[in-house]
């Protein structure tokens, strides 16, 4: 099976930077995915790492290890409106996606 | 045009009472999910269909029971609503073919309340 760990509450302030990590145990690995969702809302996709490495997308970053079975998000220059719920999943077989315990982020001024 | 739509939004509703959620996506994906997400928010995966296909039955109770009538559409059907259902469900698809890095598009989701 698939289990995925991550901190249950982060908090940063403003402008700061601030990284969620997630561990994993999978059975086959094919890469690993971060979600954001805002409160009331839907998750939507951030980003994907197939390879090792540091993957940068804006503001957000996203990093793996698969010799670690470990991963982070990285969020620069922190807006508020990046309070939100983040989650790692990894895509597995029959197309599932299994989904970590997700991060709530808060954002203080 | 919203990619991946659900109805209704909201559901409030009696124990033991049957409800459907539909979900229509318009993206061309050959996937399509139930997921739930409870009051801690995880997000646990219920159904896949591939194509019209049943491929994911996560141990879901036989209560729930989806439909797809084509693979723009799932719907999910719950019989003999128990309290425990109350949750947030998401629909959501992905291109099939696509690998590991074919994100999921999610709708807005279906707060269901059991009372």
């Known amino acids: 099976g698939q289990s995925l760990e991550q901190p249950s509450e982060v908090t940063a302030v403003e402008g700061a930077i601030v990284q969620i990590n997630c561990t994993y145990q999978?059975?086959?690995?094919?890469?690993l995915s971060w979600y954001q969702q805002h409160d009331g809302g839907a998750p939507t996709f951030l980003s994907y790492n197939a390879l090792d490495g540091l993957e940068e997308t804006g503001r957000f970053s996203s990093f793996l290890s698969r010799s670690d079975s470990y991963g982070y998000l990285l969020l620069q220059e922190l807006q508020m409106k990046d309070s939100a719920s983040y989650f790692c999943?990894?895509?597995?077989?029959?197309?599932?996606?299994?989904f970590g315990t997700g991060t709530k982020l808060q954002v203080i001024p | 045009d919203t990619a991946v739509s659900q109805t209704p939004k909201y559901l409030v509703t009696q124990m033991g009472n049957d409800k459907s959620i539909k979900c229509e996506q318009n993206?061309?994906?050959?996937?399509m999910y139930w997921y739930k997400q409870d009051s801690k928010k995880f997000l646990k995966i219920m159904f896949s269909?591939?194509?019209?296909?049943?491929?994911i039955n996560e141990t879901v109770p036989n209560r729930f029971s989806p439909k797809s009538p084509d693979k723009a559409h799932l719907n999910l059907h719950i019989n003999s609503l128990e309290l425990g259902d109350s949750a947030v469900y998401f629909c959501?698809?992905?291109?099939?073919?696509?690998?590991?890095?074919?994100?999921?598009?999610f709708g807005n989701g279906t707060r269901l309340t059991v009372t």
């Open positions: 959501a698809s992905r291109r099939g073919t696509g690998g590991g890095n074919s994100p999921l598009h």
């Open positions: 993206l061309g994906h050959d996937t």
């Open positions: 269909y591939n194509n019209k296909e049943l491929i």
């Open positions: 999978t059975s086959g690995f094919y890469g």
């Open positions: 999943a990894v895509p597995g077989g029959y197309q599932k996606v299994t």
